[in-house]
């Protein structure tokens, strides 16, 4: 898979900023726990957008907000599902949310399941089950985001998406006092989907859009 830039819509801003780009991103995330006050704005933009959307409904022990509970989060994902190039679910949701992911299947949306740790990075051992249980629940990409605030840290993501890029598409980035370096790292080898903010960083070391794209920029020219 092409490595692709994702701009995350945060809030109603967000929103406004994504209509004002005249470069968009390969794609964007719609952050629909977030988007509880602004559903009526939100439905109403996706045809504005201009870039396919990846939709995610957090739950709230992986940074979701609103506590909004499985049945919430679940109605919502069906409710923007049609709209949809992907959809993200965590792997401690996916069994509650099966019902989710069959719908996406059956109207050909591919499905990212994902794992975020925010404060460490699990043991290389423990990434890579993770990855495995994911990709046997169909994940067309594993996405994994862990706290990298050292650089042993850093070394355990980096690890972790080399043994894995082979097997599948694996989306990884870093959070913390080495998020940012994480980021720039893992897109210069590779990873497929590389999130950024459209005004304000969601997660500590995350880019903007036009940041993230000038480091690709400057990787294609040192590849060149």
């Not at 809030?11 to 209509?19: C, E, G, M, T, V």
């Not at 870093?174 to 005004?199: D, F, I, Q, T």
Request: aromatic share 6%.
């Amino acid at each position: 898979m092409t490595p692709q830039i994702v701009g995350v819509i945060f809030s109603r801003a967000d929103l406004q900023r994504a209509f004002r780009m005249r470069k968009v991103p390969d794609l964007f995330e719609l952050r629909l726990d977030r988007l509880t006050k602004c559903f009526a704005d939100a439905n109403a933009a996706i045809e504005r957008l201009r870039a396919p959307l990846i939709i995610t409904a957090r739950h709230p022990r992986e940074g979701g907000a609103n506590h909004l509970s499985g049945r919430r989060r679940g109605a919502l994902l069906l409710q923007f599902l049609p709209r949809a190039a992907f959809v993200d679910v965590e792997l401690r949701s996916a069994r509650p949310l099966e019902f989710v992911l069959q719908s996406a299947a059956a109207q050909n949306v591919r499905t990212i399941v994902s794992f975020h740790d925010f404060e460490k990075t699990p043991s290389g051992p423990r990434l890579d089950k993770i990855a495995s249980e994911a990709r046997s629940l169909g994940a067309d990409i594993v996405k994994i985001a862990t706290r990298t605030d050292t650089p042993t840290q850093l070394d355990r993501l980096l690890d972790f998406f080399n043994r894995q890029r082979g097997a599948s598409a694996v989306a990884v980035m870093g959070m913390g006092k080495l998020g940012r370096v994480s980021r720039l790292e893992l897109a210069r080898r590779g990873c497929p989907l590389n999130y950024a903010h459209l005004g304000s960083s969601a997660a500590a070391g995350q880019l903007s859009v036009r940041d993230l794209r000038r480091a690709f920029a400057d990787i294609s020219d040192a590849v060149s």
